[in-house]
């Protein structure tokens, strides 16, 4: 068994509690505290900036220093992008497919990486290379129903839909057998991270929140 599939990381007991990763794809984040603030306090503590946001490395080292957050960063595809983040104080890793470099990295350090998967094949492969979850991409593709599939041969394994879920279906993928599920622009609207709306990022956050109970 992998070390990592059973981590005890912050990161991965806050993902757990939570049940929920909140995505952030957003051309740039003004005030990455304020943010962080904002989804934390709604009970989304899992907070994943992504390398298609301009300055993202810097947001990352601000917005650590949001105690009830964990900050992790996404859409992380080369070596070089892994240990930059962690440099920098990113406490989990996100690939969008299976990047066995991003994986070396992750494990070398002891940060959670949640890989990127869709087929059986690559499910497997990513628990193979050190994954702390797998992250089912993109899940709306085949909806809950395949996160049950997965968990007949996987039953060991920590899946993660992201792509498509929203406050309407997060619940299903759970009691499909999901440990998290990822919020994305249902709760953080680009145009919101834009215009510093943070009051209503968190009103959003706290409907997602309800909606998996």
Known sequence: ???????????????????????????????????????????????????????????????????????????????????????????????????????????AHSIPVIMGAFTPSEVLAAAELGAAAVKIFPARALGPAYLKDLLGPFPHLFLIPSGGVNAHNAREFLQAGAIAVTAGTDVVAPADVASARWSRIGSHAARFVHSLD
Do not use: C, W
């Not at 068994?1 to 005890?8: D, F």
């Not at 962080?36 to 989304?44: D, Q, T």
């Open 1 to 107: 068994m992998n070390p990592l599939l059973s981590s005890s990381s912050r990161a991965m007991e806050v993902i757990r509690a939570d049940r929920a990763i909140t995505v952030v794809r957003a051309p740039e984040i003004p005030d990455p505290v304020a943010l962080a603030e904002a989804l934390a306090g709604a009970g989304l503590r899992a907070v994943e900036l992504t390398f298609t946001t301009l300055g993202v490395l810097d947001a990352i080292s601000k917005a650590t220093a949001v105690t009830d957050a964990v900050i992790g960063v996404g859409t992380v595809t080369t070596r070089a992008q892994a240990e930059a983040a962690i440099g920098v104080g990113a406490q989990f890793l996100v690939t969008p497919a299976l990047r066995p470099e991003v994986a070396e990295v992750a494990v």
